[in-house]
């Protein structure tokens, strides 16, 4: 008895890679070609190929600085929509950097290698990891990871945003079904992140009981979010 062998999905991971990255003029100047491979390889079902297709011709056609305005505002304010993986599992936690140091060496043993400016968390690197991978062990991969791409896709579609038809896509490759989970509610960017008044007193959230070393605390600068995506593939 002959065994199926699992559809190919490189192409289409990749396409999804993509389009889950920051939308420079890089980006948008080979949509047509994204749109042309998804539809090659056929490896997502026809409502969800139509999704993602008017996705692409919305990054076509809208105005490229609210198109990049939108994607910081969805993806870099807020956790519930954050696209590195281990915001949702460790937070800042120390233990993000051993799952770090492992998720890369996952990578160096298939012979890849990230440039400086790519953390082994963010989704469209695991995308595309996943696209050099036989179909098979892609899609055990994509399943490992379905839990957070879940939630992520939850929080897209409470937001009603396109880009929650990418998710949707990545879960079915994964061989889930793209269901909605609950999200909780997040507290304000400016509660969550705002740094302490000069003189005004500390938070006791996160720190040690009085008289014990007291951790240092990394506040974001959010005046980096959006140059942080300069350099794309």
């Excluded at 696209?83 to 799952?99: C, K, N, Q, T």
């Excluded at 991978?133 to 990871?145: G, V």
Aim: charged share 25%.
């Amino acid at each position: 008895m002959f065994k199926t062998q699992a559809p190919t999905m490189r192409l289409t991971l990749r396409v999804l890679a993509h389009l889950l990255r920051y939308p420079d003029a890089e980006l948008r100047a080979h949509l047509g070609e994204l749109a042309d491979a998804l539809q090659l390889e056929a490896a997502v079902p026809g409502h969800r190929q139509d999704e993602l297709q008017a996705l692409i011709r919305r990054l076509q056609l809208q105005d490229a600085l609210q198109t990049e305005s939108d994607y910081v505002e969805l993806f870099d304010r807020g956790r519930s929509t954050a696209l590195h993986l281990f915001e949702h599992v460790h937070g800042d936690s120390r233990d993000r950097g051993p799952a770090m140091i492992d998720l890369i060496q996952t990578y160096e043993q298939a012979g890849l290698y990230l440039g400086p400016e790519e953390l082994p968390d963010h989704l469209p690197v695991l995308l595309e990891f996943a696209s050099t991978q036989p179909p098979q062990q892609a899609r055990e991969f994509l399943a490992e990871i379905a839990h957070i791409v879940r939630k992520i896709f939850s929080a897209l579609l409470q937001r009603e945003s396109p880009y929650a038809s990418v998710l949707a896509a990545v879960l079915e490759l994964a061989g889930e079904k793209a269901e909605a989970v609950p999200v909780p509610a997040e507290p304000p960017m400016d509660e969550s992140w705002a740094e302490p008044e000069v003189f005004g007193g500390c938070s006791t959230e996160g720190q040690s009981r009085p008289g014990q070393v007291q951790p240092v605390r990394i506040v974001r600068n959010a005046s980096s979010n959006a140059s942080s995506h300069g350099v794309q593939p």
